[in-house]
């Protein structure tokens, strides 16, 4: 178990390396130029270059970045003065995080439900409700799903705030629309497993011990089927944490996601290279505390690494 | 046996006692269903899955559509017409027009040649890539493999949204810098996936016998292996097609896939949502399109994956 930790991490460490160098490659091969303002004479260009030290060679700015990064430094805006990342972020991350941990809570418990209660009904009306709503949630794109929310829940029938992030009521509409395609794919995968597990032997004993049929379910049918679920768990977290871009546009919530757009379009480098970095050191650390709790839940893997 | 006369102490147990109840030679050794090829077999077996049938017309009428519906036009995808905005659906527009009096119907249709030929191409070439890359690093293992796979792992660990994002600043929007950017990401699942698929595989009877003939080892790889694995890169092809779609939509949503007037499916949703108070059929008519392709495409791999799964043969 040791050593698969140390190797999980090894990997994880090495990905955020490689990452780092990618995003600071490409961030530098972007066409234009941050201070591409018509007004800007080719004197105050230069000093603002060597001021943001894009004037030095590419190696330097490579380690000045690393080092920087090492002591939580993520950069600061060629666009606004006075902005840092970590300020921004300090701003705008929680929000994100709010919604993502909202989306995941709300995604996986009633997506585990539905799969149960799916299984536990094989074959009849509510089972095929279940997988209707499965088939259509993994068919349907989070942004129509948020658009389509907005307009009926907030614009037509007036239930909920239209947009923002300032109470409980604000939170309802984003979290469905962020949650609803990881809600039916677990669904659908809690279902497929639970009839798996109907089936081994060890349900069988337990029947014919004449153990209750809430008993069989409970302890041994949902505790051997969740492994599928746990799986995913790393890949879903990251795609309802990265999802978070669009629907944060669509209710106007003051989140990563949309100072990240913003930046992407105004070519502010050191912006995205910080907004990047960050929020990919995050989503590949959340991913590897997934696996290596994933590690300790499975025998399999505890045994035999 | 039937010639043997057997006695007993009572009674002779003779020939003309035993009676041929219709078991031949020919019988046992006919072939009680007609030999069919791979493609055959998987065909038959799509054509009486009803849901997987109805995707692949679904999807069969969309590229037909997409192919002929401009052409027919009298309107073109960019023509835009001060007295023809925000209509809903009539006959002169069959889908309505959006706020610049664009008829949808043609619009819908370029779209999909965008969205639909995305999904296809970076599809296609990520799992070609992965295959080929899968297919040798599971058979040569060792080293190759150690490295491929420490790569993918890295490649697995980076989101794939945030390099998507990059690639398309840096190349700047269109089809080709789409692809691309899927194609940087996209290889790395199918090639994971043919890699363990080809472990499994070659240690199998029919590689031995091939590799004692002296196959060499691309050839087997071509010859023997690729072949056994058609049915499920099919499989992964077609669920990897509506994640392509997905993404492009995605893409284009946050202001990064295809620049405006050109359209796709993912354009004309963003469109659609920013006029949903205004004129909400903009949105509902490229969602319905984008929502009914990915089912018509998840219900195709759902009965692939059975149509090609030889654990499923004479089932039905």
Redesign the interface.
Known sequence: MGKYVVKRVG??L??VL??VT??FI??R???GDPFSDPKMTPTVKENLNAYYGLDKPLLQQYTTFLGNLMRGDFGYSMKYQNQTVNNLLRQSFPYSLDLGIRALVLSLSLGLVFGIVSARNRGNKIDLFFVVVA??G????D??VG??L??FFA?KWGLFPIAQYKGLAHTILPSIALGFYTMTSVSRIMRASMLEVVQQDYIKTARSKGISNFRITWKHQIRNAIMPVVTVLGPTV?SVL?GT??IE??FAIPGMGKYY?ES??NLDYSM?LGQ?VF??IF??FA?MVVDIAYGFVDPRIRIAK | MATNKIESQDKAITADLFRTVGKSIEEMEAISRPSLTFWQEAWLRIRKDKAAFIGLIILIIYTILAIFAPMFSSYEFDQQDAYAMRQTFSAEHWFGTDSLGRDLWVRIWVGARVSLSIGFIAAFINSVIGTILGGFSGYIGGKFDMILMRIIDIIYGIPALIVNILVMVVLGPGIKSLIIAMVITGWAGSCRFTRGEVYRLKEQEFVLASRVLGESTFMIIVREIIPNLMGLIITNLAMAIPAAIFREAFLSYIGLGIAPPNASWGVLAKEGAAMIRLCPHMLYVPAFFICTTVLAFNLLSNGLRDAFDPRMRGTD
Do not use: E
């Open positions: 990997i994880s090495l990905t490689v990452l990618v995003v490409l961030v091969l972007m066409p088939v259509i993994t068919s349907v794109p942004f129509i658009a389509i907005q307009y614009v990251a990265t871009f669009v546009s669509i757009v992407v379009q995205i990047t929020y990919g989503l590949v991913n």
